[in-house]
């Protein structure tokens, strides 16, 4: 327990209170063989509203995190541009700034429940989900500097980590809503995050937005790297790949009750939240089931509806105390539905990690207490 | 420097880089006589967006930070009700809940500078505000479930720590936004922002926001306490006193460049920003003068604009090097326009201590250095 008895300066940046120490970022430790490359999740069962405190954004390392000095940190503009460019922070803090709520979303999110109900708690199952504010200048103030030539049509981000993270990104996307951002939720970046730059690419999967970002090379087609080719693609039925699938597809999770948050008070009033977002647009609607999908009933969104953004969404109900099958259902903006499991396993198989957006059900016993369970 | 090269699971709860270790709340060692009840600044010049990061929210405490625990934290409802209520916890998150962006400023922010320019910096001149989403359930909720009788008129929220903070509130505030917060950006509330429970009172005095929440007595009468007899109330030149000056007036404040924040860039492109709020509902406009008030320019809003909350405002300019003296002005939704300290003085004098919200001024010398100055 933390000694908060002296006054205000026991603590000159706070901390939550020791009652909260449950309240952790939590790893799957079978998942990978070296914490260098590995991941954590973000307690969704434990927090409310639409903001990720900047602490508990969950983490993906492709060779962990960069330390990298800001002073020293430089972005180099290259290519396929009239002036190549190398800005310092304080070079980039002299553009026009843009403040934005977007999800990040990691496309392997949900990805180990395609063969199944695996992981008992939505921390661990759509734990790969964080929704700040970002503070950053649009990408196209830079571009524009470095005066990009018109047989240009790819951008590629590098990352000043081990891995020297690359991805390619049209153009278009880059012109039209990417940031360079150095804050989250009014601070500067968290080291995790890519302190001191990362790129922002908005609805888009979170291994794109890369960390540590040192260099942007404007290019004529994508560079076909590591990362969009042996990873982050799909890999169907038939054996044949899908490439480029960049937007993260409509999707929501019932956060409470779930595995790691039951029902403890018994039956009445009972309180069902969770959350939705999609890469296309805002939720429109969200639908809950308390009967595996047989019966829906419309969720109340409440905290805004930003795009690209998490949605929080309620459904109070009184609990009989007998079992339910929890279920929600997202509506985009776009006109998107969020499809079954069953409906996404029949048309890409169950060969794919990635972008895995199917309804998620929850058994709730008459104990109060919830499993991760398919229904068919 | 914090080491991160061990991969995700070295922190749980992230926090800052090392680098960024001057980013944090500060005192001004001389306000207050003890520390258990004093006050420390946020580091306005630091941030950007409309989030302020739990970690960096000013706090205020009248006798230190009460350590409560959660599961034996009871809320009760009495007074002019038709059945006395205790609440645990539990039975507070089994009501509908809300999610609001609101700002929080101590009456007393800028209260040090009603006789003049005193604080070389908007954290300490400005830093007793900050703005973070609440999770809660609106009080009237609660009320509802007492019954409130016919005669009833005043709410009085009382705080569990040693001062046993009391304010009185009007019945039709407590009834129309007031939320019982439990979360703040997502999170657990912080132990010094009220842990578990607090108070929200959208747009009024912080000091009314009672913390440690543990009853809230209906009546029919003000109370008269302390703190808003002897505190909280504005001395006025003919030695008469205002009462019940709630709520807080339309307020901006440039942050950078500012007293900490100087130009270190030299000549050409600059960034100005600063934040704008008002307890009366929306900020319409800020204007930006780099002359001390002669000439005025329309500055960019950016990042949203919400009800009661923080907004941010950007004027970007090219600076040529000789001296400027900035200042910001705000218009609210409801037609205030946020005054000279001058026309503040003059209808209100200089004893007060509460509800200064005239416009500042910065010294821009041609160095760059940046000094808390006053204009006639």
């Known amino acids: 327990m933390q000694d908060l ?6 603590r000159p940046y706070g901390m939550p209170s020791g009652h909260e120490a449950h309240v952790v970022r939590r790893d799957v430790p079978w998942l990978t063989a070296d914490p260098v490359s590995s991941v954590n999740f973000t307690p969704l069962h434990e927090l409310d509203g639409i903001i990720t405190p ?4 969950f983490e993906r390392h492709h060779a962990g995190v960069a330390e990298v000095d800001p002073a020293r940190h430089r972005l180099m503009i290259n290519g396929l541009v009239d002036t190549p460019l190398v800005f310092t922070m304080e070079d980039i803090k002299r553009f026009p700034r843009e403040n934005r709520l977007y999800f990040l979303e990691c496309a392997a999110n949900s990805g180990m429940e395609w063969r199944g109900a695996q992981l008992n708690g939505c921390q661990f199952t759509h734990g790969m989900v964080h929704c700040v504010m970002y503070t950053g200048v649009p990408l196209r103030h830079l571009l524009n500097e470095a005066g990009v030539r018109t047989n240009a049509r790819w951008i590629m981000p590098e990352g000043a980590d081990a891995s020297a993270m690359t991805r390619s990104i049209p153009l278009k996307k880059a012109m039209d809503d990417c940031l360079v951002a150095f804050a989250m939720n009014g601070e500067a970046l968290r080291p995790e995050q890519g302190y001191p730059l990362r790129i922002v690419v908005p609805g888009w999967e979170g291994n794109m937005w890369v960390k540590w970002l040192r260099r942007i090379e ?5 560079w076909h790297h590591r990362e969009e080719t ?5 890999l169907m039925e038939n054996g044949k790949a899908r490439r480029f699938t960049w937007e993260m597809d409509v999707k929501s999770v019932i956060t409470n009750p779930s595995p790691q948050a039951p029902i403890t008070h018994g039956k009445g009033h009972t309180v069902l939240t969770g959350l939705a977002w999609s890469g296309r647009g805002t939720v429109e609607r969200v639908d809950v089931s308390l009967d595996g999908g047989r019966n829906w009933r419309p969720a109340r969104i409440d905290g805004g509806s930003h795009p690209m953004a998490l949605h929080r969404f309620y459904h109070e109900f009184d609990w009989d105390g007998s079992p339910l099958l929890l279920q929600s259902r997202a509506v985009d903006s776009d006109g998107h539905v969020q ?3 069953k409906a996404l396993r029949a048309v890409r198989g169950e060969n794919s990690i990635y972008h895995n957006n199917g309804i998620q059900t929850w058994h709730v016993r008459a104990g109060g207490e919830v499993e991760n369970v398919e229904v068919s």
């Not at 008895?5 to 026991?10: E, K, P, Q, T």
């Not at 404007?218 to 994508?222: E, L, M, T, Y």
């Open 54 to 57: 900047n602490g508990l954004c």
């Open 339 to 341: 499809p079954t499991k």
């Open 5 to 10: 008895g002296d006054g205000v300066d026991a």
């Open 218 to 222: 404007v290019g004529d087609a994508p």
């Open 230 to 234: 042996s990873k982050y693609t799909d």
